[in-house]
């Protein structure tokens, strides 16, 4: 970004922050949370690693499955861990205390403060959290496609958290138009509106593919690192995100953490290509330099999409073991989490050895895998909800409220699912079949991320 591009948005944005909001109350200028979310996100990891084994999983540390030479070290530390782990295990009340160890925030309810990645907000965003009605904070997980007109009265209306930009949304406009579409639309409501894309490179490409925003286009993953291995990836993990937060956007739902080898494989295009191990140390590199650079990512499709066929259109069955999935699959996304990742989508795959009931993104125990086992403290986002592996799995619930149920706090949705979304998680609520505690702490997250990123 030039100079001048920079000084002109920067000067646009606080106009009309100070006309919506109030002066200076919703500046998007970048903010490197790289450092702190990684560091937040391994200290929430060692946390839950000391706990008692008690859910599906519980993650081997991921240098021992990356690198060989850290082995013994490692496993000493791991031994160590154990130990301690085991010692206070003996002593109800010092096991009670080793829980709760989480630093005290001074005005925040104590069930809050689960000593995430976005911990240091949390007070500024409890705060705002008490001011807002329950259609506002339900508002805040909705993401929704574009709609084709008359969408920041619609946000508005709905109290939309986001907007999901695709393809078509950015064609045929200069990037200085596309700047001045975004920006409009991120500050346009109370509060600003996140912007995301899916931006992998290679065949799922919204921006690459516009020679009127970027020089050439965004190679796949798989591309990139057989033309110049991890120097290519590192390059194009830099590129990528400097011209996405250049033109306004908060979060790409990428890098895809799946592993394929398989060409029959439907994600073996989008996937690296190669093992657990190399597949871990790109997404490491992807995670640290888009957010250095300002662009939230998204590791998907948890628990790992392997060789499953397409959830667009119907369900896919995941029959592969627990013992398979930890030591390949889940290896990648322990090292976005590590890596300080913002956000995880769960796919729309029915993973038997988890839940065989129900799909990943419905299902409580792959969140609880992904929460307590994993020690993701980020925000959980669906995939698509309209997806055709989702309408027969929602119990009689439409899919946003199964989603919340299932401990999603994103819900990704057409335009045209937004207000049967809100009115029936409103429903759920005032019926209490959904707690308006799991409203706040989803809530919650989301605006410490805001406030996290500097868009409030």
């Known amino acids: 970004m030039s100079k001048y591009s920079r000084i002109t948005?920067?000067?646009?944005?606080f106009a009309l922050c100070a006309?919506?909001?109030?002066?200076?109350?919703?500046?998007?200028?970048?903010?490197?949370?790289?450092?702190?979310?990684?560091?937040?996100?391994?200290?929430?990891?060692?946390?839950?690693?000391?706990?008692?084994?008690?859910?599906?999983?519980?993650?081997?540390?991921?240098?021992?499955?990356?690198?060989?030479?850290?082995?013994?070290?490692?496993?000493?530390?791991?031994?160590?861990?154990?130990?301690?782990?085991?010692?206070?295990?003996?002593?109800?009340?010092?096991?009670?205390?080793?829980?709760?160890?989480?630093?005290?925030?001074?005005?925040?309810?104590?069930?809050?403060?689960?000593?995430?990645?976005?911990?240091?907000?949390?007070?500024d965003a409890y705060r705002y959290l008490c001011t807002m009605t329950l259609d506002e904070k339900i508002g805040q997980m909705l993401m929704s496609g574009l709609p084709a007109e008359d969408e920041i009265e619609i946000a508005r209306e709905n109290h939309l958290g986001g907007y999901l930009m695709f393809g078509n949304d950015f064609a045929y406009q200069s990037k200085d138009q596309v700047i001045s579409k975004i920006s409009?639309?991120?500050?346009?409501?109370?509060?600003?509106?996140?912007?995301?894309?899916?931006?992998?490179?290679?065949?799922?490409?919204?921006?690459?593919?516009?020679?009127?925003?970027?020089?050439?286009?965004?190679?796949?993953?798989?591309?990139?690192?057989?033309?110049?291995?991890?120097?290519?990836?590192?390059?194009?993990?830099?590129?990528?995100?400097?011209?996405?937060?250049?033109?306004?956007?908060?979060?790409?739902?990428?890098?895809?953490?799946?592993?394929?080898?398989?060409?029959?494989?439907?994600?073996?295009?989008?996937?690296?290509?190669?093992?657990?191990?190399?597949?871990?140390?790109?997404v490491r590199i992807v995670t640290e330099l888009s957010q250095k650079r300002g662009v939230s990512v998204t590791l998907k499709h948890f628990p790992g999409y392997g060789s499953n066929s397409d959830t667009h259109y119907g369900s896919s069955v995941d029959t592969r073991t627990l013992e398979e999935l930890k030591k390949n699959d889940l290896v990648p996304f322990e090292a976005g989490i590590k890596a300080g990742a913002h956000f995880v989508m769960v796919s729309h795959n029915i993973v038997n050895c988890i839940d065989e009931d129900k799909p990943a993104s419905l299902s409580e125990k792959v969140h609880e895998l992904?929460?307590?086992?994993?020690?993701?403290?980020?925000?959980?986002?669906?995939?698509?909800?309209?997806?055709?592996?989702?309408?027969?799995?929602?119990?009689g619930e439409t899919p946003a409220v199964a989603a919340v149920m299932a401990g999603n706090d994103i819900m990704i949705i057409t335009s045209g699912m937004i207000e049967d979304s809100l009115s029936s998680i409103r429903a759920a609520v005032q019926s209490g079949k959904i707690s308006e505690d799991t409203i706040n702490r989803s809530a919650l997250r989301i605006l410490a991320w805001k406030y996290a990123k500097g868009m409030m």
Not at 9 to 13: D, F, G, I, P, T
Request: aromatic letters at 6%; a negative charge; one cysteine or more.
């Open 19 to 123: 006309a919506v909001i109030s002066a200076g109350a919703c500046s998007r200028q970048p903010v490197d949370m790289s450092e702190k979310t990684a560091k937040a996100s391994e200290n929430s990891y060692a946390s839950q690693s000391s706990k008692n084994e008690s859910s599906v999983w519980k993650p081997s540390t991921i240098e021992s499955e990356i690198s060989a030479d850290q082995s013994s070290e490692e496993q000493s530390t791991t031994t160590s861990a154990a130990s301690d782990s085991s010692d206070t295990s003996q002593d109800p009340q010092i096991s009670q205390a080793s829980e709760a160890s989480v630093t005290p925030i001074p005005g925040l309810p104590d069930e809050y403060n689960d000593g995430g990645i976005f911990s240091e907000y949390y007070i």
């Open 9 to 13: 948005r920067a000067a646009a944005v």
């Open 370 to 395: 992904l929460r307590k086992d994993m020690g993701f403290t980020g925000l959980i986002i669906t995939d698509d909800l309209s997806m055709g592996a989702i309408s027969k799995y929602a119990g």
């Open 184 to 282: 409009s639309l991120a500050i346009s409501q109370k509060v600003p509106l996140c912007i995301a894309v899916d931006e992998e490179g290679g065949d799922v490409s919204r921006i690459g593919s516009k020679k009127e925003l970027s020089p050439h286009e965004f190679l796949s993953p798989r591309e990139l690192y057989k033309n110049g291995g991890m120097a290519y990836i590192q390059t194009d993990a830099d590129e990528k995100a400097t011209l996405l937060h250049e033109l306004g956007i908060d979060v790409n739902l990428a890098p895809v953490c799946d592993i394929s080898t398989n060409k029959k494989d439907f994600m073996y295009k989008r996937s690296l290509g190669e093992d657990a191990k190399t597949t871990a140390e790109f």
